[in-house]
């Protein structure tokens, strides 16, 4: 049947979104034979330029498809759903990027037409009370699903982790939403800086000290067994 959709969300900027869809769907492209769409909605086209830019870098290399989304036209939603059904067939995994923005349409189309949300939760006073204002929208739209037939996993995953108070904390958000969270944080690290890739893994796959395969092996039990 058709590709597993999986988005990429929160109300907070700069939480992780982009980092971490970029790091799963590349080692994804790299450790499986799935055929992987990356749908990259922000304005500012981050997947999309990085492909582009790799490209050129390296022609001979066998990147993952990227199709950069613009919700900033008349009707977005029809032409996304539109995209979606196309690319459904397509691809076993369509990762969508999802802009900010609660109140706007994108958030609502996005998970509507998601299986899987994954939302990175950093802390700080102020990501926290964003995310709850996110998670707390969750079960509307899970409703309208549930209407069609269709039902929604929402997955948190703590990013940046450090060994501060306000991180300890964030376990206590488990279950708003209906949010799981992964036992598997990723910590704050240059190099999720600088392997943003869309060829290459962030790691080696075989190094099982290795935090990254502790998230990704956790990812592939829940979202994609
Ligand atoms: N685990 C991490 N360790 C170190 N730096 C990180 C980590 N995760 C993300 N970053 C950095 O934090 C910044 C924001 O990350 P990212 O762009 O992925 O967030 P985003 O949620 O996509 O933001 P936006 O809402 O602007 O799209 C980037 O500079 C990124 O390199
Ligand atoms: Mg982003």
């Not at 034979?33 to 290399?61: C, F, G, T, W």
């Not at 994108?106 to 990501?127: K, T, W």
């Not at 926290?128 to 929402?154: C, H, M, N, Q, W």
């Not at 992964?182 to 690290?189: L, M, V």
């Amino acid at each position: 049947m058709g590709a597993k959709i999986i988005s990429f969300a929160t109300q907070k900027g700069g939480s992780g979104k982009t980092t971490l869809l970029m790091l799963t769907a590349a080692a994804i492209h790299n450790r499986t034979d799935k055929k992987i769409l990356v749908i990259d909605s922000d304005p500012q086209r981050s997947v999309k330029d990085m492909y582009k830019y790799e490209q050129e870098l390296y022609p001979n290399a066998r990147q993952y498809d990227v199709f950069a989304f613009n919700w900033q036209q008349p009707n977005p939603e029809v032409n996304f759903q539109k995209t979606i059904q196309l690319a459904e067939n397509k691809y076993d995994i369509i990762f969508n990027d999802v802009p900010g923005k609660i109140h706007g349409k994108e958030v609502y189309y996005s998970i509507l037409i998601s299986d899987i949300v994954i939302v990175p939760i950093v802390a700080s006073s102020l990501d926290l009370s964003a995310t709850v204002d996110f998670l707390k929208t969750i079960p509307e739209v899970r409703k309208d699903k549930e209407k069609l037939g269709y039902k929604l996993d929402v997955y948190g995953v703590i990013n940046k982790k450090d060994n501060t108070i306000e991180h300890q904390k964030l376990y206590e958000l488990a279950g708003l939403g209906g949010m799981e969270l992964f036992y598997s944080p990723i910590s704050n690290k240059v190099r999720y800086k600088r392997v943003i890739s869309t060829i290459y893994d962030v790691t080696d796959p075989n190094d099982p000290n290795d935090e990254f395969n502790k998230y990704f092996d956790e990812f592939m039990i829940k979202c994609l067994s």
